[in-house]
């Protein structure tokens, strides 16, 4: 079995889904070079981001939409230097503010993990 099809395979299964988060956050490189492209079963975070977070922090994550600006959505190149990943993490999942949801009935651990990782990215590309 390719070691692709066994995260998969892990992943689909829910309790070791986080162990299989984890054990990918620990492989040297992964997820560091292209968070987007590491894809969790069919998820892909940049086209999630793109579809679900962008309207109101904008596609490279300066926040500058017409939501961005109305929600005071702060740019991710400013945000990366006030909370930590979990933190961030802690914020997706649970949300904060008026208008930032928690996204915990939408997406897995690991998927707000990897949706968070695409978002610091763009901290630095920019
Ligand atoms: C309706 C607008 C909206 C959408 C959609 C949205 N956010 Fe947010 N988000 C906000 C606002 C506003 C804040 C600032 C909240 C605060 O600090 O009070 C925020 C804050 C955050 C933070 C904390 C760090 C920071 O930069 O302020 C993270 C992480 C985050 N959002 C991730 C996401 C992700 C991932 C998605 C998509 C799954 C998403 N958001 C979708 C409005 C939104």
Known sequence: MSLRNWV????SAAGTALLAAGLMAGAPAAGRTLP?????????????FLNKC???????????TVKGHKDKVQP????????SEAQMIQIATKGKGAYMNGFS???TP????ALVEYYRSLATQH
């Not at 991710?76 to 909370?83: E, G, L, N």
């Open 105 to 107: 009935d939408q997406f």
């Open 8 to 11: 998969v395979t892990a992943a």
């Open 76 to 83: 991710v190149a400013q945000t990366v230097k006030k909370y």
């Open 110 to 113: 690991a998927q707000i993990k």
């Open 54 to 64: 962008a309207t109101c922090h904008a596609r490279d994550g300066s926040g500058h």
């Open 36 to 48: 987007g492209a590491r894809a969790q079963g069919g998820f892909n975070a940049r086209d999630v």
